[in-house]
């Protein structure tokens, strides 16, 4: 989180992470084509020549002022393929929260689990672990014939017990609950942290 | 590690004299300051200029990132100081001010590169004290019982079919 006093904008970082062809940049492609355009930046998108993403996916909003203060979520999306590690971590730097996209193909699961164990390597690093951090399941392709049961995924995913949706992103199922939901529990983590500080300097 | 991070507006006011003076020194088209995390700090843009800050602010993080990182993989104990991209009509210049935040400069490509690193010298001398100042890091509340409830009620309205 950054506070910008002087502009009296607070920025927050919401990262959609999770394996290769998942749906991240579908639910950032349907957020951008469903947000009142004057609150929305343009969507970036750095892809290779085989419209897979090789950086980074980032879009930001705004919803205006909230109470004198204007709330700013740049969200960005990680290129899943194994081998770009390193840029998933890079994208991670300063993140605030995380919607990890899950693909719900039955012969996905380790890849997902995979991507999910990827992911705290990446969180330990900056100092924040899975249980202590505000981040949601997205069950995607809901639509597809070989999908596994929720009761299955939450099993094999969900440990933490966070909240969590099902989607058909690229018709826009689901995404708008799971960017709202997050957005949620940003809030309420950074409320929790000054609190926690308030306390310890008392 | 530190949870967030603030800038106080004597502070921006300081950063935004430092860059307001660097843009017209130089006629230049913009200078801005990013941090790791590809947000926009402060900004200047000459007044003929409309691009967004925005969307450069992530790319130009992310890709100095990048060369962070080739240059960890040569071996290289120390942050890549500075970053040239060349174009047909507007160069873009960064360098590094503290390790998770630097300057970013577009200038036509008839101003000459060395005054561009002379000026841009100069002011990081100037900014880093600036960016020391951590005392907007401290505060106790930002949101109050209300802050949610609002947010979601702007959320719905955003969401166009919602």
């Not at chain 1, 990890?100 to 990446?122: C, G, I, P, W, Y």
């Not at chain 2, 993080?61 to 890549?80: C, I, T």
């Not at chain 2, 702007?154 to 166009?160: G, Y």
């Given at each position: 989180?950054?506070?910008?006093?002087?502009?009296?904008?607070?920025?927050?970082?919401?990262?959609?992470?999770?394996?290769?062809?998942?749906?991240?940049?579908?639910n950032l492609e349907y957020i951008h084509s469903r947000i009142?355009?004057?609150?929305?930046?343009?969507?970036?998108?750095?892809?290779?020549?085989?419209?897979?993403?090789?950086?980074?996916?980032?879009?930001?909003?705004?919803?205006?002022?909230?109470?004198?203060?204007?709330?700013?979520?740049?969200?960005?999306?990680?290129?899943?393929?194994?081998?770009?590690?390193?840029?998933?971590?890079?994208?991670?730097?300063?993140?605030?929260?995380?919607?990890?996209?899950?693909?719900?193909?039955?012969?996905?699961?380790?890849?997902?689990?995979?991507?999910?164990?990827?992911?705290?390597?990446?969180?330990?690093?900056?100092?924040?672990?899975?249980?202590?951090?505000?981040?949601?399941?997205?069950?995607?392709?809901?639509?597809?014939?070989?999908?596994?049961?929720?009761?299955?995924?939450?099993?094999?995913?969900?440990?933490?017990?966070?909240?969590?949706?099902?989607?058909?992103?690229?018709?826009?199922?689901?995404v708008f609950p799971t960017v709202k939901e997050v957005v949620?529990?940003?809030?309420?983590?950074?409320?929790?942290?000054?609190?926690?500080?308030?306390?310890?300097?008392? | 590690?530190?949870?967030?991070?603030?800038?106080?507006?004597?502070?921006?006011?300081?950063?935004?004299?430092?860059?307001?003076?660097?843009?017209?020194?130089?006629?230049?088209?913009?200078?801005?300051?990013?941090?790791?995390?590809?947000?926009?700090?402060?900004?200047?843009?000459?007044?003929?200029?409309?691009?967004?800050?925005?969307?450069?602010?992530?790319?130009?993080?992310?890709?100095?990132?990048?060369?962070?990182?080739?240059?960890?993989?040569?071996?290289?104990?120390?942050?890549?100081?500075?970053?040239?991209?060349?174009?047909?009509?507007?160069?873009?210049?960064?360098?590094?001010?503290?390790?998770?935040?630097?300057?970013?400069?577009?200038?036509?490509?008839?101003?000459?590169?060395?005054?561009?690193?002379?000026?841009?010298?100069?002011?990081?001398?100037?900014?880093?004290?600036?960016?020391?100042?951590?005392?907007?890091?401290?505060?106790?509340?930002?949101?109050?019982?209300?802050?949610?409830?609002?947010?979601?009620?702007?959320?719905?309205?955003?969401?166009?079919?919602?």
């Amino acid at each position: 989180m950054f506070i910008h006093w002087a502009l009296k904008e607070i920025h927050l970082k919401i990262v959609y992470y999770g394996p290769a062809l998942c749906g991240k940049t579908a639910n950032l492609e349907y957020i951008h084509s469903r947000i009142d355009p004057s609150l929305k930046s343009d969507l970036v998108t750095l892809k290779t020549r085989e419209d897979r993403t090789i950086f980074f996916d980032f879009l930001q909003l705004e919803v205006g002022y909230i109470e004198n203060k204007k709330p700013k979520f740049n969200i960005y999306t990680v290129p899943g393929q194994v081998n770009y590690n390193h840029t998933r971590k890079v994208v991670l730097n300063g993140v605030d929260g995380i919607v990890f996209v899950a693909d719900s193909q039955r012969e996905m699961m380790d890849a997902n689990l995979d991507t999910l164990l990827d992911l705290e390597k990446h969180l330990i690093a900056e100092g924040k672990t899975l249980e202590d951090f505000p981040w949601v399941l997205q069950y995607n392709k809901r639509d597809l014939p070989n999908i596994e049961s929720i009761r299955e995924i939450e099993t094999k995913l969900n440990f933490f017990n966070v909240p969590h949706f099902e989607a058909i992103a690229t018709q826009g199922k689901g995404v708008f609950p799971t960017v709202k939901e997050v957005v949620k529990l940003v809030v309420s983590n950074v409320q929790r942290h000054l609190e926690d500080g308030k306390r310890m300097r008392a | 590690m530190q949870y967030s991070k603030g800038m106080s507006e004597n502070q921006y006011n300081q950063i935004l004299s430092c860059l307001t003076k660097l843009i017209q020194k130089l006629r230049l088209n913009a200078v801005f300051l990013v941090d790791g995390a590809g947000r926009i700090l402060a900004e200047k843009l000459s007044e003929s200029e409309k691009f967004d800050t925005t969307i450069l602010a992530p790319l130009a993080s992310g890709s100095y990132s990048a060369a962070n990182e080739m240059a960890r993989q040569l071996g290289e104990k120390s942050n890549v100081k500075m970053m040239l991209y060349e174009n047909d009509n507007k160069n873009v210049f960064i360098s590094s001010v503290t390790s998770d935040v630097f300057l970013v400069i577009v200038f036509e490509t008839g101003v000459a590169l060395g005054m561009v690193r002379l000026f841009a010298k100069r002011t990081l001398l100037q900014l880093q004290p600036i960016l020391l100042d951590d005392s907007a890091n401290q505060f106790d509340e930002l949101f109050d019982q209300h802050f949610q409830g609002l947010l979601n009620e702007k959320l719905n309205q955003s969401f166009l079919d919602e």
